[in-house]
């Protein structure tokens, strides 16, 4: 009797798993609503989205992983061996710099920070937190503490923050 109840509590449950991922059928990538939010019906994008600029990037990478933008500079790490901060001038289009962090490689997943004055870039299997000079690139401090891989910096008015 328990192996019949044991069977049919089994069954039941497929059965039921199987008829909530049929109704649960989101529109986006392999049906996954946590992992998108691309959905296949939709053809007008809401506002309109249109192309405002296109930028060559110097570098050729393979894949671009995090940008910010900060008073029309834009900081993009690569992912290339090793990890590349390149930094462009929106207003003119041109590459105002590049920085390779030493003993990176692989994905980055590392967001760079930006002030007034400053950029703060780190990489996979680096060294540490490289603070630099925000129009020419130039080390301005090191800060050794390993690879920041998914570890980004937080600015505020007077600080930085970052796990080490």
Known sequence: MRVM???FLCTAVILCHSVLAQIQ?????NSEKGRSSWAKFETVLHPPLQEAASYQVKSSPAY???????DDLLCMT????????EVLDLLTGDTLWTFKAPGTS????????????LVFFGGQ????LYVLDRQTG????????????GRNVMLDEERAYFVC
């Open 5 to 7: 109840i044991k069977i």
């Open 25 to 29: 059928q989101w529109p986006m990538v």
């Open 64 to 70: 671009i992983d995090a940008i910010t933008l900060y």
């Open 78 to 85: 690569l992912d290339e061996d090793p990890n590349i901060l």
């Open 106 to 117: 692989g994905s980055n997943n590392h967001t760079p920070a930006q002030n007034d004055s």
């Open 125 to 128: 299997d680096g060294l540490g």
């Open 138 to 149: 130039q080390e301005k401090w090191f800060k050794p503490c390993g690879s920041l891989y």
